[in-house]
């Protein structure tokens, strides 16, 4: 009986341990890491607020243009279409 307790002592003694071990202080520096990356990812460029040059590509006339056919598209919805009927089969 001696020998048993002595091989289940241990191992009882390091499982009572294992719920007394700290993991969060490493879980906390970390936390909230994964967002911050992302969100430093989609950043193409951090100092773009500071940059004076005008944006080259689109003229004012074409840009004002598409922005006027853009809110127009949602003056009037696309109608809907027409709804078929199947017919069951009831009368002939």
């Known amino acids: 009986m001696k020998t048993k307790i002595h091989f289940l002592l241990p191992g009882l003694l390091a499982t009572c341990l ?7 202080p490493h879980w906390d ?3 909230g890491q994964a967002t911050r990356a992302n969100l430093a ?3 193409l460029d951090p100092a773009a607020s500071a940059n004076r040059n005008p944006v080259v590509g689109v003229d004012g006339r074409a840009a004002r243009g598409a922005h006027e056919r853009y809110q127009r598209s949602f003056a009037q919805p696309e109608p809907a279409p027409a709804p078929i009927f199947f017919s069951t089969g009831g009368a002939r």
């Open 18 to 24: 294992q719920g007394c071990m700290h993991t969060t």
């Open 29 to 31: 520096r970390q936390f």
């Open 41 to 43: 990812a989609q950043v």
